[in-house]
């Protein structure tokens, strides 16, 4: 299983980047999809997740900007990121709590990480 994801640069505050992570691979059902973030010297937080029946949690610093949406057919989350702030500077991983088997136990996968870098 792999997820791989995209999307991130180089934006102005104020502005907007659109993330996205594909899982691939031999998936049986995935639950959860998310997105987390490191910053520098800081530990990884939960910025959005959204479960595979719509319901979506976000953190409370990323609540009225930020929306998760998913792709179940093409097994990809997206994340819109809007008025993006220097706070919102970060490595963001993609994240997938998914069964390889109808019997198998579901456990977490990511991704590789993509930067986004917000200058002030």
């Known amino acids: 299983v792999q997820l791989q994801a995209c999307g991130g640069g180089l934006v102005q505050a104020g502005g907007s980047l659109r993330l996205s992570c594909a899982a691939s691979g031999n998936i049986f059902s995935i639950n959860a999809m998310g997105w987390y973030r490191q910053a520098p010297g800081k530990q990884r937080e939960l910025v959005a997740t959204i479960i595979s029946d719509g319901s979506v949690d976000y953190a409370d610093s990323v609540k009225g900007r930020f929306t998760i949406s998913r792709d179940n057919a093409k097994n990809t989350v997206y994340l819109q990121m809007n008025s993006l702030k220097p706070d919102d500077t970060a490595v963001y991983y993609c994240?997938?709590?998914?069964?390889?088997?109808?019997?198998?136990?579901?456990?977490?996968?990511w991704g590789q990480g993509t930067l986004v870098t917000v200058s002030s």
């Open positions: 994240n997938a709590d998914l069964r390889l088997t109808f019997y198998a136990t579901p456990r977490d996968y």
